[in-house]
């Protein structure tokens, strides 16, 4: 069974950059779409960025277009969302999810979570 874990949050100022990371074991990531999302205080997970199995297709919330990269090294068997020019909105715990090949963007079609890593953005 594929286990995640995040790492790679922490603080950082407005305007920053940050890199997040999801490590997979107990298995190969490479027929696996892998997602972030996040959940602020007070409000409902929701979608970030997703990568197919085959790193071809990614897609992106509105929110995090032109801000956020998500990417995939399979030989790391890692997945990476690389955050810049951070807003105090994007303040949350973000997790990362896996799902047979094909990206989705709705939290129930992932059936694979990490415990989440926490980001913080101050202003």
């Known amino acids: 069974q594929v286990q995640l874990v995040e790492s790679g949050g922490g603080l950082v100022q407005a305007g920053g950059s940050l890199r997040l990371s999801c490590a997979a074991s107990?298995?190969?990531?490479?027929?696996?779409?892998i997602a972030w999302f996040r959940q602020a205080p007070g409000k409902e997970r929701e979608f970030v960025a997703a990568?197919?199995?085959?790193?071809?297709?990614?897609a992106y919330a509105d929110s995090v277009k032109g801000r956020f990269t998500i990417s995939k090294e399979d030989a790391k068997n890692t997945v990476y969302l690389q955050m810049s020019t951070v807003k105090s909105e994007d303040t949350a715990v973000y997790y990362c999810?896996?799902?047979?090949?094909?990206?989705?963007?709705?939290?129930?079609?992932?059936?694979?979570w990490g415990q989440g890593t926490q980001v913080t953005v101050s202003s």
């Open positions: 107990g298995g190969t990531i490479g027929t696996y779409a």
């Open positions: 990568i197919r199995w085959n790193g071809i297709r990614t």
């Open positions: 999810a896996a799902r047979p090949f094909l990206v989705a963007t709705t939290e129930n079609e992932y059936g694979l």
